[in-house]
């Protein structure tokens, strides 16, 4: 079998890591192309996956993003074309012996082999392309109130893999009614289940593990489901910045693009990274997680580590239950943080990882192909 997927942003690297790998371990041929935004090439690289880079971010307005779908989606059919076409090698396969003498007649034309399936994680452009080549499809996401997007992908796609918490009347407005394919748990646990922490990555960003270490995500300010300023997060980064003069406390910001880590990084008080980092290993280390995002929040709560969340947007159903559950706080006010060492001893304040099977994801991803 022939897979193609497409990788648009950093969080998808990781989601799609395992089934990558257990593809290739069935014996199925992965073909990968990938978007150049935020870290997703640089991760791909650390991780060793081979893929061909496909077009670029083209800004957070709408009209831009538009205009970007439309390209990029143009230029995945033609890519997916010219592997078809490479695949198929010589078209003249028959032997050479026994030939008879005169003109020979012309070979049948054949259809180039195309793939069987292609898969992304809230990717609109392979949708689309998928749709234009009529290949079957499935797309992956869960945050369910990215409108633009679900709209897109929701309608085009063949499954629709979404968590359990998500209630199925939100989803099929955007025209996922039949199509859902839900499994158990956060995303997190699934390809975070061989995962285990790698304590290089503090000595890699000079880490003193005898004092406080907190790591902060940056909120998605191109997302056009996050549009605002965020001023809660903000008083965070003032509070971090203070608290590493009186206290020592050692922070860790990992922005989500070129210009928010240029703005950072001269910034006292902060530690920002110049290029991606094992920053899984890095959250199972911290004492605590502060997120604007989504990714990020989840694998704290998957790894064990006390989170807050500064998302300001409308919350998505998964946060809304690991909030219920006691396993997400939101924040309301910077004065609220415990920046102290935590106690990791025996599963400190009940939270517990949580493992679960990659290969549940990959059937739900396949399930088109089924008959």
Same mark, same amino acid.
């Given at each position: 079998m022939r897979v193609w997927i497409d990788l648009t942003n950093s969080p998808h690297v990781l989601v799609m890591r395992p089934v990558i790998e257990a593809l290739r371990e069935d014996g199925h041929e992965v073909r990968v192309t990938a978007r150049d935004f935020a870290q997703t090439l640089e991760l791909l690289d650390r991780l060793e996956i081979a893929h061909t880079a496909i077009g670029r971010h083209r800004g957070e307005r709408l009209t831009a993003k538009a205009a970007g779908l439309a390209s990029r989606s143009a230029a995945l059919v033609r890519w997916a074309r010219s592997e078809a076409r490479a695949s198929d090698g010589h078209t003249d396969r028959r032997p050479t012996h026994s030939r008879p003498i005169g003109p020979r007649p012309p070979l049948p034309r054949r259809p180039f082999p195309r793939f069987d399936i292609a898969l992304g994680h809230g990717s609109n452009d392979v949708s689309v392309a998928a749709r234009l080549l009529r290949i079957p499809c499935s797309t992956t996401f869960d945050y369910e109130w990215a409108a633009a997007q679900h709209h897109v992908n929701c309608r085009l796609a063949q499954a629709v893999v979404v968590p359990d918490a998500i209630p199925p009347e939100r989803l099929e407005r955007y025209g996922a009614r039949g199509k859902m394919r839900t499994y158990e748990g956060l995303k997190e646990e699934y390809y975070l289940a061989d995962f285990e922490p790698d304590p290089a990555v503090l000595a890699q960003l000079e880490i003193d593990r005898a004092r406080p270490l907190v790591v902060v995500r940056t909120p998605p300010a191109v997302s056009l489901y996050h549009r605002f300023e965020n001023d809660l997060f903000a008083d965070v980064l003032a509070r971090l910045r203070e608290t590493a003069r009186s206290d020592g406390v050692q922070s860790v910001v990992l922005p989500r693009t070129a210009a928010? &880590?240029?703005?950072?990084?001269?910034?006292?008080?902060?530690? %920002?990274?110049? /290029?991606? =980092? *094992?920053?899984?290993?890095?959250?199972?280390?911290? #004492?605590? %997680?502060?997120?604007?995002?989504?990714?990020?929040? /989840?694998?704290?709560?998957?790894?064990?580590?006390?989170?807050? $969340? $500064?998302?300001?947007? &409308?919350?998505?159903? %998964? #946060?809304? /239950?690991? =909030?219920?559950?006691? /396993?997400? +706080? @939101?924040?309301?006010?910077?004065?609220?943080? #415990?920046?102290? @060492? +935590? #106690? &990791?001893?025996? %599963?400190?304040?009940?939270?517990?990882? =949580?493992? +679960? *099977?990659?290969? +549940?994801?990959?059937?739900?991803?396949?399930?088109?192909?089924?008959?």
């Open positions: 928010q &880590r240029t703005q950072l990084s001269g910034a006292p008080g902060f530690t %920002v990274p110049e /290029r991606a =980092i *094992d920053a899984q290993s890095l959250i199972a280390f911290a #004492d605590l %997680v502060i997120s604007a995002g989504g990714t990020m929040n /989840r694998e704290a709560v998957a790894l064990g580590t006390p989170v807050y $969340t $500064t998302f300001e947007g &409308r919350l998505g159903a %998964v #946060d809304e /239950r690991l =909030i219920a559950e006691g /396993r997400l +706080r @939101k924040l309301a006010d910077a004065g609220q943080l #415990d920046l102290a @060492k +935590r #106690d &990791r001893s025996a %599963v400190a304040g009940g939270l517990s990882r =949580i493992r +679960r *099977d990659p290969r +549940r994801l990959l059937e739900l991803l396949l399930s088109p192909l089924l008959p």
